[in-house]
């Protein structure tokens, strides 16, 4: 019998860092490195459903998918962006305003 130096379940399921990426809308900023982010929660899901789980609406509640980045190398780790659903309210239901100081846009009560 031939002996594997593997776990064969890694082979089988990817570990998700789900990251809170709501800072990048609120403060209307760009993207920051992954490791940057505050985690939300770390999960590990079959590779099989990664495409139809990655945008989910209960992957983490009150939060929802924004992007996904593949691991850079075999067996590292999927990063998943999520923005906090009240957030999104807010941007709906209210109008984006431009300071009068500096010109950016923003949104009246952040």
């Given at each position: 019998?031939?002996?594997?130096?593997?776990?064969?379940?890694?082979?089988?399921?990817?570990?998700?860092?789900v990251?809170d990426?709501?800072?990048?809308?609120?403060?209307?900023?760009?993207?920051?490195?992954?490791?940057?982010?505050?985690?939300?929660?770390?999960?590990?899901?079959?590779?099989?459903?990664?495409?139809?789980?990655?945008?989910?609406?209960?992957?983490?509640?009150?939060?929802?998918y924004?992007w996904?980045?593949?691991?850079?190398?075999?067996?590292?780790?999927?990063?998943?962006?999520?923005?906090?659903?009240?957030?999104?309210?807010?941007f709906m239901?209210?109008?984006?305003?431009?300071?009068?100081?500096?010109g950016q846009?923003?949104?009246?009560?952040?």
């Amino acid at each position: 019998m031939a002996d594997f130096y593997a776990p064969l379940w890694k082979f089988n399921f990817a570990k998700l860092i789900v990251v809170d990426v709501t800072d990048d809308y609120r403060l209307m900023q760009p993207p920051l490195p992954c490791d940057f982010y505050p985690v939300v929660k770390e999960l590990w899901m079959p590779r099989q459903i990664l495409d139809q789980k990655l945008v989910d609406d209960d992957l983490v509640q009150g939060y929802l998918y924004d992007w996904h980045e593949t691991p850079k190398e075999e067996g590292g780790y999927w990063y998943v962006g999520v923005v906090d659903e009240k957030l999104i309210d807010l941007f709906m239901h209210k109008d984006l305003s431009r300071c009068p100081r500096t010109g950016q846009l923003s949104l009246p009560g952040l």
